[in-house]
């Protein structure tokens, strides 16, 4: 079946600029998570939910990221104002419930703000 | 000190070699144990999933865990060009996982 999928691909963005993220999860999948990949800093935790509520946004680095589930499927990850120190790659991952098993990948989004 | 820590490499060997890649954690909670191979420009992709210490083989890989000493180890028997990619330790103790910095393998041909 389909797997996770992300987009965009790639995004480039002007400093200040607002940006949305979409993540698809695989069907069927009632747990989502967003990681963050810098170089230098590994894959990072921003934030999971559980069907469309987020029990734990810990990881998100500041008041200008948020995300929203909506469906209990679709993703969306935004992050307001962004800075340099935003480029990364943005992935989602989805499970069937509570870490049930492990967590999918997607492709990933590019960011890269200039 | 990072919960996860992985050697970054990079790592190069010749075709049909071993690889041997391990990560040592400082977390007692950790009780699921994983592998992810990312190929550049992808996301990652499970390799290995290990709950409990000990031994787990799937094919060419081979995945150890030893709890007591908090290391986790992957090898790859006769390594192929295609095996080329960056690996990925992982680990948790619910849902959020934590991996290491990930060690990119070459294998010559």
């Known amino acids: 079946g389909a797997g996770v999928s992300q987009s965009p691909s790639n995004k480039v963005t002007e400093k200040g600029k607002d940006v949305e993220l979409r993540c698809d999860p695989i069907?069927?999948?009632?747990?989502l998570y967003w990681y963050r990949q810098s170089l230098g800093q590994g894959l990072e935790f921003l934030i999971y939910?559980?069907?469309?509520?987020?029990?734990?946004k810990s990881g998100l680095p500041s008041d200008r990221f948020s995300a929203e589930r909506t469906g209990g499927s679709v993703s969306t990850l935004t992050i307001q104002r962004t800075q340099q120190e935003d480029s990364a790659v943005y992935l989602c991952?989805?499970?069937?419930?509570?870490?049930?098993?492990?967590?999918?990948f997607g492709p990933g989004t590019r960011l890269l703000v200039l | 000190q990072k919960e996860v820590e992985q050697d970054p490499g990079p790592l190069s060997v010749p075709e049909g070699a071993i690889v041997s890649l391990n990560c040592t954690y400082s977390?007692?909670?950790?009780?699921?144990f994983m592998w992810y191979r990312q190929y550049s420009r992808k996301g990652p992709e499970l390799l290995m999933y290990?709950?409990?210490?000990g031994n787990k083989e799937d094919g060419r890989f081979t995945a150890q865990v030893d709890k007591s000493s908090k290391y986790i180890s992957l090898f790859i028997r006769d390594s192929q060009p295609s095996d080329s990619a960056t690996y990925l330790c992982?680990?948790?103790?619910?849902?959020?996982?934590?991996f290491g910095a990930g060690t990119t393998v070459t294998v010559r041909a």
């Open positions: 991952a989805s499970s069937l419930g509570y870490f049930q098993e492990t967590q999918y």
């Open positions: 069907s069927g999948h009632t747990a």
């Open positions: 939910f559980q069907g469309n509520s987020a029990p734990d």
């Open positions: 977390n007692s909670a950790f009780q699921y």
């Open positions: 290990t709950y409990s210490s």
């Open positions: 992982a680990m948790a103790g619910d849902y959020k996982l934590s």
